[in-house]
């Protein structure tokens, strides 16, 4: 570990301990995992345990993630952020693992995005506490597809707002009809954040969107929602806004 601590990747005693190392295998990897630690510039010994991956090694990887050391976690997050070798769903079960840094593991699993199953992610959600839950909505805000529009939709009616904010932040990267109706349903949501977050979704889409319920949120008590607000009916450009603008008015003055 200490040779493959140097900046000098040519040196023959370099190559002659990656040689050695790979020679020992697996059971050289929780002492090199460790050393990540200690190591001022661990880059080459970065290099040389993501070659060491694969589905057998993995779980000396995912034992790291819960050293204390945040040296050595963050070691072990770039070596499972690139290494391709392994299938990054082995991961998924550590959501309800309390032990299992749970933004380390969004972080490494957002690398994989484009290999994950939306399905299998998201089932996570029925097993997992309410930390876990969020953890498991980060990552699916990270990575969401049209696909995984109709199992989310279940969880924007959820009791709890952390859960409904990462609902609408994740149906905000999918501009279908679905996510768009749900969208107009949490701009009324009770949570400041929530209706912040659904607002600025919609009116990010691509898609005719209804007004009316933007319109109703230029009387929200929340300064910073009604400018919003504006913002999104001025990039939204609904021929209908100033319609129901003057109903606003009207109303307020009856």
Not at 82 to 95: A, C, G, I, K, V
Not at 101 to 111: E, F, H, M, W, Y
């Amino acid at each position: 570990a200490v040779l493959l601590a140097t900046s000098d990747a040519t040196s023959p005693e370099q190559h002659q301990a990656m040689a050695r190392l790979a020679q020992i295998g697996r059971p050289a990897i929780p002492h090199l995992l460790q050393a990540l630690g200690s190591t001022p510039t661990p880059t080459r010994l970065i290099e040389f345990l993501t070659t060491r991956v694969n589905q057998a090694s993995l779980p000396y990887f995912v034992r790291g993630l819960s050293n204390r050391n945040p040296r050595v976690v963050a070691g072990i997050v770039t070596i499972l952020s690139h290494s391709r070798s392994y299938d990054p769903h082995s991961l998924l079960e550590l959501f309800i693992d309390p032990t299992t840094p749970k933004a380390a593991l969004v972080q490494i699993l957002t690398a994989h995005k484009e290999t994950l199953r939306p399905k299998a992610l998201l089932e996570l959600c029925n097993i997992t506490d309410k930390d876990g839950r969020i953890a498991v909505l980060r990552l699916a805000d990270q990575v969401a597809t049209e696909a995984m529009v109709p199992e989310l939709l279940p969880y924007a009616r959820s009791n709890d707002w952390l859960i409904r904010l990462h609902v609408a932040l994740a149906l905000s990267r999918v501009s279908t009809a679905a996510s768009c109706e749900t969208l107009l349903h949490l701009v009324t949501d009770a949570h400041k954040s929530v209706r912040l977050a659904a607002l600025e979704g919609l009116a990010g889409f691509q898609m005719p969107v209804a007004v009316e319920p933007l319109c109703a949120l230029l009387r929200d008590p929340d300064l910073t929602l009604q400018s919003k607000a504006i913002e999104a009916l001025i990039q939204i450009n609904h021929p209908h806004t100033l319609r129901h603008i003057l109903d606003l008015l009207q109303d307020e003055s009856e």
